[in-house]
């Protein structure tokens, strides 16, 4: 009703002005207006990741920074990491975010049943559970790839901190995400809700550091060059 009574809508992305489109919609009525990252706050000349015990790690540091609840895809992380730990050498799965007390299967709320499945996946020894993060720019840099697999999203800044860090990225294409992940070059996108793509472009990006290094400076560039807050 409010969509239909506006004179003009402003949305974050053209995947977020999508899911407007309908017979109360005219031609014209939306304008895409991204938002954009601090390039100051956000750089790796202005972050020390040193607080961080994972940072030293030999192998890759994959995190998500997020609400932990279900539309965010947390549990298919778990599963693909799980299923390719092996190949990942000395790595660390970090979960940055509080916990929703959602619903989820069988009664519980879904962060514990997160924490469950991660010790299922025998790497409960390689995950750290952040909670609420006040640092994300230090910890964006003591990362080596971000990974957000997301149902639903608008336009995720998660997505372009991390590459204002020169952070690549396994995404979903979730509303707006295909318009700041291209494929290939600065990050990869995978099917919603396939664990088993998601294992695979983990384990892509994650036991190659050349690869990473390339999309990489990609997706610091794609920022500079289309998100900067300036």
Known sequence: LAHALADHVVTISEGTKTRFDG????????????????LDAFSPANTDPSGFQFADRDGPVIAEVATIQPRKGQHHLVDAVGSVADSLGD????????????????????????RRRVADAGIADRTTFLGWCDDVP???????????PSYNEGLPRSILEAFALGVPVVATPAGGTRE????????????????DDLAAAVERLGS?????????????ETVVERFSQE
């Not at 109360?24 to 954009?36: C, E, F, N, S, V």
Request: charge should be negative; avoid cysteine.
């Open 23 to 38: 017979p109360l919609t005219r031609d014209g009525k939306a304008t895409t207006i991204y938002t954009g990252v601090d």
């Open 91 to 114: 790595f660390e799965l970090v979960f940055a975010g509080e916990a929703s007390n959602e619903a989820y299967k069988h009664g519980s709320d879904y962060g514990e049943a997160l």
């Open 138 to 148: 230090s910890l964006l840099a003591a990362i080596d790839l971000f990974v957000l």
């Open 180 to 195: 700041l992940v291209a494929h290939g070059e600065n990050g990869l996108v995978v099917p919603k809700g396939s664990a």
């Open 208 to 220: 190659d550091p050349d690869l990473r290094e390339r999309m990489g400076r990609n997706a610091r």
